[in-house]
């Protein structure tokens, strides 16, 4: 175990407590592909560490050791990343615990390859910037249901909810979100644009919202069922407190610096 680090019952491991705290925010930008949730929240970081040169050490867990290769790997690539352009962070090193295709990964991810450096020929695309692209989609449409429910729930008329821009998100996480994965498409979003878009950009009208919103909760319902489901698989795994209903647990011994101890499973 490298100076400075703890194992992943003792919290996070910290020698720099800079370097870790920007390591630590630049891993919440790392989403789980199928729930759309940063991995920091979803506690898929078992330890990090931080030497006084700038060499940080990752570890990931996940719920099951046979998360699917694809999610598995995009989430190690995109720590190392997201990491490795921190001014302060010399280099860094991401181990994937305790998973099935953890070798072929990890050597991947350490050599700087795409997902077909690890798995020749099952795929066509190295980044798999598709399979990406499909879950973005996924994902926008899981927000802005979510978003359009509570509106209609609170009294709006399904006018009032398509009428809405752009400028009306930027006030709540989801909405925020939503504009996220809207430029992560290249679906426009700029000021006054329609705040509700099919995954291919065109604005919903009035009178096509509840059949819309049909298919989105479905759409939304299955993120969320999964997501439950992984943390409970990852907190029955690794011994951790059970979430409550949102995904929260109530230990804030996982948080360390200000960062929760950082899961996805299929």
């Not at 359009?148 to 006030?171: H, I, K, N, P």
């Amino acid at each position: 175990m490298p100076a400075g680090g703890v194992h992943a019952g003792e919290g996070l491991g910290v020698t720099d407590g800079d370097t870790h705290a920007a390591v630590m925010a630049a891993l919440g930008e790392v989403r789980d592909p199928e729930l759309d949730e940063p991995i920091t929240a979803l506690r898929f970081v078992d330890s990090c560490t931080v030497s006084p040169d700038g060499a940080v050490e990752l570890a990931l867990r996940l719920p099951t050791p046979q998360c699917a290769p694809n999610f598995a790997f995009m989430m190690a690539a995109d720590a190392r990343e997201v990491v490795r352009r921190l001014p302060s962070v010399r280099s860094v090193a991401v181990r994937l615990l305790d998973h099935y295709t953890g070798d072929e990964i990890n050597a991947a991810v350490a050599a700087g390859d795409g997902f077909d450096g690890a798995f020749p020929g099952e795929t066509e695309s190295g980044d798999l910037q598709s399979l990406r692209s499909v879950f973005l989609r996924k994902a926008l449409v899981a927000r802005q249901s979510r978003i359009c429910e509570r509106m209609l729930a609170a009294g709006a008329t399904e006018l009032a909810v398509t009428s809405m821009t752009t400028q009306d998100l930027r006030d709540t996480p989801d909405g925020v979100r939503c504009l996220e994965l809207r430029g992560q498409l290249g679906i426009r979003a700029e000021f006054g644009d329609p705040a509700f878009v099919t995954p291919d950009g065109k604005p919903i009208a009035a009178q096509e919202l509840s059949r819309w919103l049909r298919i989105a909760r479905l759409v939304r319902m299955s993120i969320d069922v999964n997501g439950g489901i992984c943390r409970s698989l990852l907190a029955h795994r690794y011994d951790l407190d059970q979430p409550d209903a949102r995904g929260e647990t109530g230990d804030m011994s996982e948080i360390h610096d200000g960062a929760p101890r950082e899961v996805s499973c299929r």
